[in-house]
């Protein structure tokens, strides 16, 4: 790839990335729908299993997940230019939105038709977020261990939100990555090596 080709391919990750975030509302889940539709099916940059697997990676790390999303593709396609560019263009409407906002949040909040429309964009915003996840859902292996650790983790919250238990989500993550780690680099390849002892 020449240099020009790679200034305008980084070109297109800024300007794609820039339009996610002047575009996206609700933070990092409500956009993922959005990233899908633009990362997935019309540039297709990444595959929807990769976006499955980035998502998972992009929750477990610190940081917004629409901003780790596009540092990794941004660094995968053009190293650290192309994930300066990516990164630079979901940053900086998101930003500069904010800003004004901040100036203005107080004496905007005091007209009802601003509050209304608040209440419009948080329904809205779960609409998103729930639809991203059916989305996602769809393309996960499906296993047993899938099923009965989603089920386990659903209950979990369900319970810990009714008896009002302070428990992190981010130590759902953490045993579901141990729990993973445990069943597919140790449980299953042992249940494998016995299958094949066996037949012979």
Request: glycine share 8%; net charge positive; proline share 3%.
């Amino acid at each position: 790839m020449t240099w020009l080709m790679k200034k305008i391919s980084c070109l297109k990750l800024f300007l794609t990335f820039l339009k996610l975030g002047l575009f996206s509302f609700g933070g990092g889940p409500a956009m993922l729908m959005l990233i899908r539709e633009e990362i997935v099916t019309k540039k297709g940059w990444m595959s929807d299993d990769e976006l499955t697997e980035m998502v998972g990676l992009s929750e477990s790390t610190p940081g917004p997940i629409a901003i780790n999303l596009a540092t990794y593709l941004g660094y995968r396609k053009h190293g650290f230019f192309g994930a300066l560019c990516a990164t630079l263009g979901v940053m900086v409407p998101t930003f500069l939105i904010m800003f004004i906002i901040s100036i203005f949040f107080r004496n905007l909040m005091q007209y009802q038709p601003v509050q209304f429309a608040f209440m419009g964009v948080k329904v809205a915003v779960v609409f998103l977020i729930l639809r991203v996840a059916i989305s996602l859902a769809k393309h996960i292996k499906s296993s047993g261990f899938a099923v009965i650790l989603f089920l386990i983790v659903a209950i979990l919250m369900i319970v810990f939100h009714y008896f009002n238990i302070d428990f992190s989500a981010i130590y759902f993550i953490l045993i579901g990555l141990f729990l993973g780690l445990l069943v597919y680099s140790l449980i299953i390849p042992l249940t494998h090596k016995k299958k094949e002892e066996v037949q012979k």
